[in-house]
C-alpha cells in the first residue's frame, strides 16, 4: 500500500476547464491556455493506515491528473507523457517544516493506534515524543510549530469528500510567481449534495466511501481550481508550511473549473484501478515547479515509492495516455 493515502475512496472521472479571459498573473504555464482536459481523481484517507474509517480520522486527500497538457513534465524518467498531477489535502498548512522532521513524525503516525489505544498516558506519550522528536531534538529544535499545526488539522470536522477544499501542501511556481493552490467545491454543487455531515462514530467501517458513490449516482458536481498568489513572503512564507497564507494579503482566484459527471463507482474494479495509478506533485511543467524543503523530497520519495509498490503488488506502472485506457 501507500505509505501515506493508503486507503482510497474512489477513482472518478471529470474534466478541466481552464477559464479564458484570466487576467495575466494568473494566466500562467497551463492556464495561458484556456481549454478543456480529462482527469482523473483519487479520493482517499491521509492516514497510512487502512481500516474503518473511525480509526484513521478526517484527514482526507484528493490527487488529480490532468490529460494532454503540452510540455515535459519536472520526472525525468517520464517527460512526455502529457499528464499533469496535483496531490492535495484537506488542510491549509501542514504539520512539519523539513525532511528530518518528517522522517520522526511519519514513525510516529505509524505508531498512532498503539499510543492511542493506551488512553490518555497514551495520547500524552505521542504529544511528548512529536514534540521532542522521540528525545532526538535539542529543546531549542523542539516542534511546537509543527505540533500545534498537526493539532489543528486533526481538529478539523469530518465532513463529506465533495465538501471539503484540498490544498497544495507547499508552495509552487506559477509562471513568474509563487502561489499556492487548491480545489474547492463549486458553491451551486455544494448546495446540492444531501448527506452534509460524517459520523466517525457509527458502526459502519465505511463513511466517506458510500456518501461518494452515492452522490455520484444521483448527480453531476462541480470544484474550482484555485491560485492564491504569494504577496508577501515575509508573511506568505515558502519554508514554514505551519503558517497559513492570509487570504486579505491576496485572495483565491479561480482558474479553471473541475467538473464530474454523473457516474457509477461503486464497483471493486474502481478500487483496483485506482490503485494502479501514481499521483507526483513533480509530474507537472516547469513552470508550475514545486518550492521548498518538503515539497523537493517529495519527488523521488513518490516517485521510489510508487516503483516498489507497483513491484510487490505485480503490476504494470505505465502513466496513462487517457482517461479512457483507465475509466472506459
Known sequence: MRDAHAKGYGLVRGEVEILDQLPAEYAQGIYATPGRHDALMRFSNASPHAGADKQLGSATGLALKIFDIDGPTLLEDEPDT????????NAPIFFCNTV??????????LELPAYFAQGAPGRHRFYRDFVTGKGTLSEDEWAWDEFLAFLKASQRPSVPLLLSTHWTIGAVRHGDYIAKVRIAPDPASA????QRTMDLESAAAEVFRPALVAELQDRPYAFDIQVQLCADVDRMPVEDLTVEWPEQLSPFVTVA????PRQDISGDDNLKRMD???FNPWRVTDAHAPLGDIMRARKEVYRHSS?????????ERQEPRSADEVLP
Open 82 to 89: 502529457r499528464t499533469f498531477d496535483y496531490a492535495l489535502v
Open 257 to 260: 473549473k473541475l467538473r464530474l
Open 307 to 315: 516503483v516498489l509498490r507497483h513491484r510487490l503488488n505485480h503490476q
Open 191 to 194: 448546495d446540492a449534495v444531501v
Open 100 to 109: 528530518e522532521h518528517y522522517l520522526f513524525i511519519q514513525q510516529l503516525a
Open 276 to 278: 494502479a495509478l501514481s
